[in-house]
């Protein structure tokens, strides 16, 4: 029984590694070698095509654009939901119900819908092409996914922290930055998690408001495929260099993970 | 938690209000004045009245790729939710085994949906992919570019790898909140593992398991990207699913009048059934 046990997690990561081994393993192969033939490891390993991508700016670019506008929406996101989840964890006001499931609403537009009334929205105010336009168009996701998981992790804060508080003579804003806020520093982590995450791998919005000057790193890959012949190799190396941001988030959440999941709501 | 009454905390919520609505209601906006008028640029607009909306919902176009768009759901939320869960249940509950497990887990989720598109294209090339290539030699005649039932069976395969990590995650966090005292007592009782799963693990579970089933549908009904960058929606139409249908509509071939009202219609059947799954969720919550 406890053999078996570790059979299914076991299979299941195998499962989930193959398809990122193949695109490691396509990284490191010549582009002859691709076409010519099936391999399962390269026979001539060469990292020309990661050598590619970190000489040439329009390729590094992409990533440090992508960076950029993924770490300004997980600022914003963050930032105005705190007071936001407070309110509707604590309080009751006029029209909260409604307006918390407006704001869940958008978590479930289709990106595809909003595409290309966005890039006409954008344009007119003159932010097409810039970071601020994608980092803003993410927190039409973002805010309502981080208020939502906000909300969750505050509500499991009992009421008396709060009361205690003002009896000792805080006021409101010391409570919620020296107090509050230190309380909820695992929620914190993981709604930043899922902001980043969401952020970082949404194309469809970020394709759609750049052109040059903010274009991200995903969207220099579908360009590269369709312009220049299939450079497969060139591709499977910028892929690759993907996942490492994310590898990166989920290795200082991963402790919060779990606990995070099951005190908050996502 | 009983909330106090404050008209104040208004205040709090104005700076998501102020930026979401900038994000939502301006667009949205835009997208119901197309969906009434005819336009031919230059800003000259003609009122159609409901015209777009009776020729969408007429459309045989709308029907196969809203059919497609059902199906798609349902089977992926047929096998990520119970795999999931099962996957959670056998998953290791202490030591190096539950980080090691969590971080590789979690690892298709952070990868952006075009890389998963574009590995699954690469994984799964007849010629060259590892997947594509096994099939082959194992005597199947696989091929996702061309055969329709290929491309789904990819689409499908591809899908269950990108996000049943989710279900697992929830399931597992769902699972790690039932006190030992529970399991305690069903041994006492001599219950069997299929009842501790039935009568306790399930019921913990019900929270999370609602959250999963609420994302899994609402992202699986918006997919866009993944898809395209495999199959592009081919063969043919065979997975162009809402979303992709869509996007070819109002960018490809500029109709705009026709797929703002698709998009409302499409934007409305996601509500409809968010709402459903919402109010239960909440009569659930006000009930526990």
């Known amino acids: ?77 963050v930032a105005a939901a705190l007071p936001a989840a407070y309110a509707f964890s604590r309080y009751k006001f006029l029209g909260d119900k409604h307006l918390f499931f407006w704001l869940l609403t958008n978590r479930m537009a289709p990106p595809a819908v909003f595409a290309l009334p966005f890039f006409q929205f954008y344009s007119s105010v003159n932010l097409f092409d810039t970071h601020v336009a994608v980092a803003l168009s993410h927190c039409l996701f973002n805010i309502p996914l981080a208020v939502w998981i906000l909300e969750g992790f505050m509500s499991s804060v009992p009421k008396e922290l709060d009361e205690t508080a003002y009896v000792d003579g805080y006021s409101f804003w010391r409570f919620f930055f020296k107090i509050f806020i230190p309380t909820i520093t695992a929620g914190i982590g993981i709604t930043m998690f899922f902001c980043f995450m969401f952020s970082w791998v949404e194309l469809l919005l970020a394709k759609t408001l750049t052109a040059v000057a903010a274009k991200p790193i995903a969207a220099t890959m579908t360009r590269t495929a369709s312009t220049s012949g299939y450079e497969l190799g060139l591709l499977a190396a910028a892929g690759s260099l993907t996942i490492i941001p994310g590898a990166i988030v989920i290795y200082f959440v991963r402790n919060y993970i779990a606990k995070g999941f099951a005190l908050g709501r996502v | ?86 996957i959670a249940l056998t998953m290791p509950k202490e030591g190096i085994g539950v980080p090691v497990c969590l971080v590789l887990m979690s690892m298709p989720l952070l990868i952006p949906w075009n890389v998963v598109g574009a590995m699954w294209n690469i994984f799964a090339l007849p010629d060259i992919g590892f997947l594509g290539h096994s099939l082959n030699a194992l005597g199947f005649d696989y091929n996702f570019t061309q055969q329709i039932g290929d491309a789904w069976f990819t689409t499908i395969l591809m899908d269950v790898w990108h996000w049943t990590s989710l279900v697992v995650l929830l399931s597992y966090a769902g699972l790690r909140s039932i006190q030992p005292a529970y399991y305690q007592a069903a041994e006492i009782d001599g219950a069997s593992r299929w009842a501790i799963f039935t009568k306790i693990e399930l019921p913990k579970m019900k929270k999370v398991l609602t959250i999963a089933i609420l994302l899994r549908f609402m992202d699986s009904f918006m997919i866009y990207t993944e898809p395209f960058v495999l199959t592009g929606g081919g063969p043919g139409n065979a997975t162009a699913f809402l979303s992709i249908d869509l996007v070819k509509m109002a960018l490809g071939q500029f109709d705009l009048g026709p797929a703002a009202a698709m998009s409302l219609i499409y934007f409305f059947i996601v509500l409809l059934v968010c709402w459903v799954f919402y109010t239960l969720m909440m009569r659930n919550e006000e009930k526990s």
């Not at chain 1, 990661?50 to 770490?71: A, Q, R």
């Not at chain 2, 667009?27 to 015209?51: D, I």
């Open chain 1, 1 to 77: 029984m406890k053999k078996a046990k570790w059979l299914v997690p076991t299979i299941y990561i195998i499962f989930l590694m193959l398809p990122i081994y193949w695109l490691l393993n396509m990284s490191f192969k010549t582009t002859t070698e691709i076409i010519n033939t099936y391999t399962l490891w390269p026979q001539e390993f060469t990292l020309d095509n990661y050598k590619k991508i970190f000489t040439d700016s329009t390729w590094y670019t992409g990533y440090l654009n992508s960076i950029y506008y993924v770490v300004m929406n997980t600022v914003i996101s």
């Open chain 2, 1 to 86: 938690m009983n909330k106090t009454v404050n008209q104040k905390a208004w205040f709090f919520v104005i700076p998501v209000f102020v930026l979401v609505a900038f994000n939502a209601i301006i667009p949205l906006m835009t997208v119901v004045n197309y969906a009434f008028q005819e336009t031919f640029g230059n800003n000259v607009f003609m009122w159609e009245g409901t015209r777009w909306f009776k020729q969408i919902m007429l459309s045989e176009r709308f029907h196969a790729s809203l059919g497609r768009q059902f199906l798609f759901t349902f089977i992926i939320l047929f096998i990520q939710i119970p795999l999931g869960i099962a």
